[in-house]
DNA sequence: ATTTTAAGTGTACAGAATACACTTAATTCT
DNA sequence: AGAATTAAGTGTATTCTGTACACTTAAAAT
């Protein structure tokens, strides 16, 4: 099999979340394409991010080096979650105009692993490599390639039920958070809301949420106690967290 | 694009399971290949119900096909759970041999979108169609193909964490059952035991379940009450299986 | 010193989970 | 015909979890 060369029939998209307290975020690659001669858009709108897959490589290193590619971030949360493969799937005219701008068969088949994947905004620094990016929140209709718009609702779904039985959510708070950015995340996740002292009662059971001796600083009321989340403690008592029985 | 060609790079694979009043089980499809010359069996082993994909097909389409092809069903429950495409998934020495003996170029790339699925084994009658079947029961080893094992199990991971949430189970019963069935097949799918009449407490609540005017027969006891799943009724009140809170 | 802001805290009630053992109704056996 | 076998069917007490609900506290800003 001859090395690292693009295969034309594999992708992988990303729906990278992000949290910054206030919204859950999802990462976008502005798609621009002018017409040559007017130089008036012809395309303007919004990708995930993704790219297509090397012949040597594992799905799931693909989307670590997607996202790597775009944001030089590394050992992110990914999960894939979806494959999505129907024939028809680029045959918007628009995607198709873009497909010819950067040399691109849109005739070609691509059937497209998707993962989502969960990052620390507020610890964490991107740093743009060439495409432009934006975060934008889930919730907030948007123009979207391809069948992108199907993929993120999907991702959120996916993202849903992965976070009903497992301690993720973490993944997407600074190592040291507040209970009340934790409760607030939950809320944009579900779109709910939630009593604070039943949240707290609730979580208040969970040991692996460990209480520090640091407060809040800066903030223009009562400072909150920190918390983090040890991976640890969670290992050695698992059955805690959201365990089934029929 | 051309039409009705199977695609090189693209497959399916079905995990399908079936549930005997005994066992979860899987079906399974005889591999073998034998030396021409000795008559010696070379390969010998199982591999799930699978094919390439059309280049004309989406994926869900090819899974029922690939069903209907080797047992003749239609309309199963089919339910998309992960794709495998690590580059050396069929690069073991008798997948080789294998491939190399009907056709196929062992060096090509093939990604494989897995699906498991769900039969009434008591309602239903298999036609083998060319290929010979076998229902095996899940946590019993055997030696399968290529990363076959492998799937089967994330296939079962994923129908735990889908009948969680989810009236799936009922696709795996007659459409007249007993509560011992339900409750035995939920006992089969996590590997546990519950005890009866807590487990009858609680679907008990569940209005979806509706008892008939109909007994069990022929059976050397107490005959049981039978009972069906009532899609209707269970659309009309979804929030009562399992919801989530935080 | 006062205002503003979000943090932090307890109780009563209802519903769900769990532990646990005997009676009943059909067939089969003698 | 009577006895044995088999799985069905049923209730209660206790603990745990979910839910509804309002005031006090500690910091910064005015």
């Known amino acids: 099999m001859q090395q690292h060369i693009l295969s034309p029939n594999f992708s992988v998209d990303c729906v990278v979340f992000g949290f910054d307290f206030e919204n859950l975020k999802v990462l976008l690659v502005e798609r621009t394409l002018d017409d040559k001669e007017t130089g008036k858009a012809l395309v303007k709108d919004h ?4 790219n297509h897959v090397f012949n040597d490589e594992d799905l799931d290193e693909a989307a670590a080096r997607v996202l790597y590619d775009l944001t030089g971030l590394e050992n992110i949360y990914l999960e894939q979650f979806h494959t999505f493969g129907n024939p028809d799937r680029l045959t918007k005219e628009k995607d198709i105009m873009w497909l010819e701008s ?24 991107i740093e743009e490599k060439g495409r432009r990016l934006v975060w934008h929140p889930v919730d ?5 390639a391809f069948d992108h718009k199907i993929i993120i609702s999907l991702a959120l779904e996916a993202l849903r039920t992965k976070i009903r039985t497992n301690p993720i959510g973490f993944e997407l708070l600074p190592t040291k958070f507040t209970l009340s ?12 809301t939630y009593d604070k002292r039943n949240f707290r009662k609730k979580i208040s059971r969970m040991d692996y949420l460990v209480p520090l001796n640091e407060k809040q600083k800066g903030v223009a009321h009562k400072p909150a106690q920190l918390f983090m989340f040890s991976k640890d403690v969670y290992e050695k008592t698992k059955k805690d967290f959201f365990d089934f029985t029929v």
């Open 181 to 192: 950015q934790l409760q607030k995340l939950y809320e944009e996740i579900f779109g709910v």
């Open 102 to 125: 950067i040399g691109l068969n849109p005739e070609n088949r691509v059937v497209t692993t998707a993962y989502y994947s969960l990052i620390r905004l507020n610890d964490v620094k």
């Open 140 to 144: 907030k209709p948007i123009d979207l």
């Open 47 to 50: 990708t995930l991010a993704g």
